[in-house]
């Protein structure tokens, strides 16, 4: 499924949303636990797990340069938040039945050329994330995001 990308009082607010039939401590740990992290977004990693605690995003270019990324929010178990560049990425989870309902915010201050491939490429990143979540194996398709670019371009033609 598509994200949603609608005006937002300091610029975009683009969620994907996701229903999992798990309880929200499973999809919780594939957020939160470094070794579960890095099978479905290789470039975080979580340092100090708590408001104002901190993120790495590692650049993986086979140097060891990375951006450091405050967390803005944090509730255990119900929500991360943090910085992502000039932008805020922000991750809910609220109980739904024997499930739960997995969103995921970007606060985008600008809309850019390079939106439609960020926005392809956290799509991609879900979609494992839910395979993870599922204890099953998908791997990052190579150039998967591409076809999702194109979606995103012709959805934000229609902002």
Not at 106 to 129: Q, R
Request: hydrophobic share 40%; proline share 3%.
């Amino acid at each position: 499924m598509l994200a949603t990308i609608v005006n937002a009082e300091k610029g975009y607010l683009a969620q994907f949303d996701r229903l999992f039939n798990h309880p929200i401590e499973k999809v919780w740990a594939v957020l939160t636990e470094n070794d579960k992290l890095k099978i479905w977004m290789s470039h975080l990693e979580i340092v100090d797990l708590r408001k104002d605690g901190l993120i790495k995003f590692h650049h993986n270019d086979g140097t060891d340069r990375y951006e450091e990324m405050k967390i803005t929010d944090f509730v255990d178990s119900a929500v991360l938040e943090f910085e992502w560049g000039a932008d805020i990425v922000r991750f809910e989870l609220q109980p739904m039945g024997d499930g739960c309902l997995f969103i995921l915010k970007e606060f985008i201050s600008e809309l850019t050329d390079h939106t439609p491939k960020d926005l392809a490429g956290w799509h991609v990143c879900l979609n494992i994330f839910e395979a993870v979540v599922e204890n099953k194996t998908l791997e990052h398709p190579e150039n998967e995001w591409e076809k999702w670019f194109e979606e995103y371009k012709e959805l934000m033609n229609e902002i």
